[in-house]
């Protein structure tokens, strides 16, 4: 099994770097801009300083959901070094949610007294939070700019709408999590009788439903993760945009970048090395630039640097013996 994980990995990280070689021989990627960003200003400090508010603001997220099912405190302080080894491994190994496995270990060793299903669950709910405030942002931006940014392409217009719909998907779902119980379990008995992927799809909303009674502590997890969200887009434009082609306001790039982080997220490769590049290249295309893997590129350097601190508090925090044969 750990042989197979490992070819896998490989094979990822092979892909990667084949999808890499494609866009720079191709001319869709130039690495020559790093050199260039770096030499304009302050902008990557600027950005990799928000990279950072977002892991500390996501970080207190995680802290208010695992708190719902903790019988101790949990120290803030203590949790920021485990969350930024969870950054590490998202950044090394392909997926962001294959650094939260290894967080989980952490945290677990943190605090015996979580169980392990909680602590997938409250995992698992983080991540959707973070989705859904993505989304609710993406919503909320193309909402306010439809008008100006329908009438710019079709496949843009196609892009708008499908943020309307994912963002009104996400709130119908953050409103299921906080419905009453007799609501929920009309939901439940529904899922439970869909064909084939019903009861799967059961045993894995019914653990998120749980958690109805924390309103107060679910709507200041929402509130956080919009706010996240909004630091990380923004490090996104401040690093990317003085090479912008064409001049687009800051609130357009909240309706298309979106898209291209959630993509980023699925575990093919490491921070969507890659993949992430080839997304962006195509989501810019449709406001009328052509370097959008280029651009990309400078946002990802910029992340990878900030989330390879976490090999600091890997180092000193040390590998916790129930992680073996977890990576």
Known sequence: MLVWNMIKTLLKFLLALALIFWLYSSGKLDLSLVKKSLAMGPQWIFAIILIAMQAFTGTYRYKILLQTKSKKQLSFIKLLPLNYIGLFFSSVLPGAVTGDIVKVVYIKKHDPSLRKSSLVTLTLLDRLLGLIGLLILAGIFSLINYKTLTILSNKLSHLIQLNLILCAGSLSFFGLLIAGRKVQKVITHFLHKLPLVGKKISSIVEPLLSLHESRIELFNCIGLSIISQF?????????????????????????????????????????????????????????????????????????????????????????PKEATGAY
Do not use: E, R
């Not at 609130?251 to 093919?268: D, H, M, N, Q, W």
């Not at 080839?278 to 990802?300: E, K």
């Open 231 to 319: 630091f990380g887009i923004l490090a996104f434009w401040i690093v990317s945009s003085p090479f912008y082609q064409v001049k687009i306001p800051l609130s357009y790039a909240f309706s298309f970048i979106p898209i291209g982080l959630i993509a980023t997220a699925i575990p093919i490769s490491p921070g969507g090395l890659g993949v992430g590049h080839i997304l962006f290249a195509n989501l810019f295309m449709l406001v009328g630039i052509d370097n959008g893997a280029s651009l990309f590129n400078l946002f990802y350097l910029a992340a990878f640097l900030h989330n390879f601190s976490g090999v600091i508090p890997y180092l000193l925090v040390g590998k």
